[in-house]
Each structure stands twice: as structure tokens, then as C-alpha cells.
């Protein structure tokens, strides 16, 4: 890979910042395995084997321009990409599943971001368009219970993201974020059926054009606090409590709606931490999804012979967890 990166101050206040990249990446792989459940292979026995070549350039060009001291407007257009390669070792997988291709993305992105208040305040906005070629995607086949990672031909993702960062006085300050995200298939011919499609619907004709992608949310942010206090010459106590959520999203592949659909939460992290002043040791308490919100990071169907009734599993994310840490630097 080579990089280059060079900035051309067109005025004291106007710049064009320039970078290209070129990556090349060689890569071979193969599988033979066999798996057996009982008396029977519950999925096909099949071996595969590859080899990929292939060269990547992505460009970008960013303009900034400051329209007053400490802030700052600019766009932003870049290309990136994303290296081809080969599934997992699945069984039911050929020659010409083996394979999934490289992903390219077209980016636009334009915002503000200024410093207010002699430095109490710093605000962030941003708005970015985003278009994928060849996006890369894993998907599960129920009727071999594997993992595929195929392209979809195309898909769109366009929002908005905030950050702000606030301190009121000296040692304690305040950081929030926001992120409104919208991002769907503009085409996708071959996908798996979703369970809110007809059940006549088939892969072979099937295409998700329009469609959300699952796993996504439309709305996430996170609020976080920090404060510390010096109890002496020698002691310091540092106290961080953290909120972040996300809105309601789909949590398995299917899009099902009857064990897909993770909704949306808010989850409370905390750390309290004494050190000494030159932080050459600590201990903390440090507390992870204090309000213990149970959530699911994603779920699947069971596939016939494993159940002989239709079944879901849900995997769970971690509950509250409490833990006591200690550290020291020699």
C-alpha cells in the first residue's frame, strides 16, 4: 500500500487538502471438509478452492475554509474500497460461491465544526452521502445453517452526524454525540427471502431493492461525563459515567419480525477511579450496563433436521457486569 497526502493553502483562510492511496492485494485460498450430524450431513460436502489479484485507488479532496476564527466549514469527496476474498470453510460452498468481490464506496460529506466560548464549547455537524458498489455482506442460509459473505450490487447510506463537547468548569466536561442514519439496498438480485416476503418468494428471483439493511438503527447517540477531583498533593479520583442507546433495528438476517427485532435501549456505564497524581497506579470500580438491559446482538432461524419445530436462537449481548480493576506502571 502507498499513501500520499499534500495541503495547498489557497489563502490564510482557504485550503485543499488532497490524498490518493493504492493498495494491491494478492490473495489464494482453499477447503475440504466434511461435517456430520447423526447419521446424516446436514449440509452438503464440498470443497473449493481460489485465487485473487487485484489493485485498489482511492482518492479524496477536501475543502476547508475558515469563515471566522475557530470555525470551520468543509466538504469532503473520497472514494474507498474494500479488498475481495473468500468465505469462510462452509460446507455447501464451490468454486463459484467461494468467492466474494471487492467493495468500492463513493463518499460526499459536508459540515462545520467551530470552538466557542474561548474553548468551553466545541460543536460538530456533519451531513454525508455514501454509495457502495458491491457491498459486502453476511448473510445466513438457513437450509445449510452457514454463513455466507456475498455482494449486494448496490446499496445508499445518507445522514447526519452531531457531536458537542461542553466544559462549564475547570475538570469536568461533557460530551454528546447523535447520529440519524438511513441506509437501504438500491439493488440487490439474489438475496436471501425475507420473512416479511412472500413465502413464494425464492433467491433465484428475489431482490431487495428499497430494503433496510439489517443490524443498522435509524438513531444512535451517547452522552458522557467526566469529572475529576484532586483529594490531595498525591490522590486524584476520577469519575466517568457514560449513556449510550440506539433505536429499534433488526437483529437477524430474515427480518423477522417475530424474534428479529431488537428494540431500541439506553445502557449505563460508570468507572470511578483513584490514582495518584501521576498516574503511576490505580484502582477502579467499573460498572457495564448498570441498568442491566438485556439486549440481543442477533438471531436466527433453526433449520430442519437440527429442530423438528421451527425454533430461534438469540444470542445475548452482556448483562451488567461489575468488576474491580487495579493497575501500576513500572
Avoid at 468465505?87 to 462545520?112: D, H, I, M, W, Y
Avoid at 445466513?140 to 447510506?157: C, R, V
Wanted: charged share 15%; net charge positive.
Amino acid at each position: 500500500s502507498v499513501f500520499g497526502q499534500g495541503t495547498v493553502n489557497v489563502t490564510k483562510a482557504l485550503r485543499v487538502i488532497g490524498s490518493l492511496r493504492y493498495t494491491h492485494v494478492s490473495k489464494d485460498a482453499d477447503f475440504a471438509s466434511r461435517l456430520v450430524y447423526g447419521p446424516f450431513a446436514i449440509r452438503p460436502i464440498s470443497s473449493a478452492a481460489g485465487k485473487r489479484s487485484e489493485g485498489n485507488v482511492d482518492p479524496s479532496i477536501t475543502v476547508q475554509y475558515d469563515v471566522a476564527p475557530h470555525v470551520m466549514v468543509y466538504g469532503t469527496w473520497g472514494r474507498g474500497s474494500k479488498s475481495g476474498g473468500f468465505v469462510s470453510n462452509t460446507l455447501g460452498t464451490t468454486n463459484a460461491t467461494f468467492q466474494f468481490k471487492p467493495e468500492r464506496s463513493e463518499n460526499f460529506e459536508a459540515g462545520v465544526k467551530s470552538t466557542m466560548l474561548d474553548g468551553k464549547v466545541v460543536a460538530n455537524v456533519s451531513l454525508y452521502h455514501t454509495q457502495f458498489k458491491n457491498l459486502q455482506v453476511s448473510v445466513y442460509q438457513p437450509a445449510t445453517s452457514s454463513y455466507l459473505t456475498g455482494n449486494a450490487a448496490s446499496a445508499t447510506s445518507k445522514g447526519v452526524e452531531g457531536s458537542f463537547t461542553f466544559y462549564p468548569i475547570d475538570n469536568f466536561d461533557i460530551n454528546a454525540s447523535a447520529a440519524y442514519q438511513d441506509i437501504k439496498y438500491d439493488d440487490y438480485p439474489g438475496a436471501a427471502c425475507l420473512a416479511s416476503q412472500p413465502t413464494t418468494c425464492t433467491p433465484a428471483t428475489n431482490n431487495l431493492k428499497g430494503y433496510r439493511v439489517a443490524y443498522s438503527s435509524k438513531f444512535t447517540g451517547s452522552v458522557t461525563a467526566h469529572a475529576r477531583f484532586d483529594l490531595s498533593d498525591a490522590l486524584r479520583l476520577d469519575v466517568t459515567g457514560v449513556v449510550a442507546g440506539r433505536s429499534k433495528y433488526f437483529d437477524s438476517d430474515n427480518q423477522s419480525p417475530i424474534f428479529g427485532v431488537q428494540k431500541g435501549y439506553a445502557k449505563l456505564d460508570l468507572r470511578v477511579q483513584l490514582a495518584d497524581q501521576e498516574n503511576r497506579w490505580h484502582i477502579a470500580f467499573v460498572g457495564k450496563n448498570l441498568t442491566n438491559q438485556l439486549t440481543t446482538g442477533s438471531a436466527f432461524n433453526l433449520p430442519a433436521p437440527i429442530t423438528a419445530v421451527p425454533r430461534a436462537i438469540l444470542y445475548l449481548e452482556p448483562p451488567r457486569n461489575i468488576a474491580v480493576e487495579a493497575g501500576i506502571k513500572f
